[in-house]
């Protein structure tokens, strides 16, 4: 375990900024199906879940504000 390590600490000393960078994302991308759920039930429901916060979030900041007290739009 050291020794490999070892091996990658050295192969990154003198290797340009944006070879880390992508050794980061393909790790971060491969280590993804982890973290999902496993059953395509669940996985449905988490992809359903992110999908109606982004909309949500997209109604919020395009909505036009309302009058707290007659609720009516502000034109």
Request: aromatic share 6%.
């Amino acid at each position: 375990m050291l020794g490999g390590g070892a091996v990658g600490a050295s192969a990154y000393l003198g290797s340009p900024w944006w070879v880390f960078l992508c050794s980061v994302l393909c790790t971060a991308i491969a280590s993804l199906p982890a973290v999902l759920p496993q059953e395509s039930e669940h996985r449905r429901d988490v992809l359903r879940e992110v999908l109606r916060h982004r909309e949500r979030m997209y109604r919020l900041r395009h909505e036009r504000p309302t009058s707290r007290t007659t609720g009516r739009r502000t034109e």
